[in-house]
């Protein structure tokens, strides 16, 4: 699973500081957004979603913000931990008819102890 | 437990020998999906199945088949692997084919092909 991480732009936070991961998003009809989280080895797992007609929704330690305007979409983690360090990646999709998801490539987190 | 069953895990191949990655969830989910993710591209999607014996095209179907016989198994076939199908594949699962909240989307752990 290693290989997937490697051309992927890098954020090195500290343990216990806050991680914000940006995301620009390309569909200006997309109505539905939600980010993964993807450990090493593993698949992707969802951690929060959001509707287009809400900017802010908050999860446990993690908040999502979405900015219409500009297409944009961030994941911020509080409080940082060693078990936060993986690969995030948003995605997006279009409510009407079938539903597709368009995942972008992801940055890769690492949590400096 | 809730899950996403791909096999094999890691599997390595020659051109032009047929293999079948299986996938089965225990989900009860009518909607499944197998993906491929490579370096720099994210997840592509390959092929869907809203449901039994209904499957489609998704962004890159060539070289890749798939069957829905059953509710909880969603095989893919490779008729005659190239070394461009090099890459990690995942299968997918939710409930209804629309991601709305709710409707989560289950991964696989992956299946890493190489085609030498």
């Known amino acids: 699973g290693e290989s997937v991480g490697l051309h992927l732009p890098t954020l090195s936070v500290q343990e216990g500081d806050n991680s914000i991961i940006n995301c620009a998003y390309s569909?200006?009809?997309?109505?539905?957004f939600i980010w993964y989280k993807q450990e090493s080895g593993k698949g992707p797992q969802f951690i929060i979603d959001i509707r287009s007609n809400m900017d802010k929704r908050q999860g446990q330690r993690v908040t999502v913000l979405l900015n219409k305007t500009v297409k944009h979409l961030s994941l911020q983690i509080a409080a940082t931990q060693p078990g936060d360090s993986a690969v995030y990646f948003c995605a997006e999709s279009f409510s009407g008819g079938y539903q597709k998801v368009t995942f972008g490539t992801g940055t890769k987190l690492q949590v400096i102890p | 437990e809730a899950q996403v069953t791909q096999n094999p895990r890691y599997l390595i191949t020659v051109t032009g020998k047929k293999l079948t990655v299986t996938c089965s969830q225990n989900?009860?989910?009518?909607?499944m999906s197998w993906y491929r993710q490579d370096p720099g591209l994210g997840l592509r999607q390959i092929y869907y199945?809203?449901?039994?014996?209904?499957?489609d095209k998704g962004d890159v179907p060539e070289g890749y088949k798939v069957s829905r016989k059953e509710k909880r198994n969603f095989p893919l076939i490779l008729e005659s692997p190239s070394p461009n199908q090099t890459s990690l594949y995942f299968c997918a699962s939710s409930l209804l084919g629309t991601p709305a909240r709710g409707n989560t989307i289950y991964f696989g752990e992956g299946s890493w092909l190489t085609v030498v």
């Open positions: 569909n200006s009809a997309s109505d539905y």
């Open positions: 199945s809203m449901n039994v014996e209904v499957t």
């Open positions: 989900m009860n989910h009518e909607y």
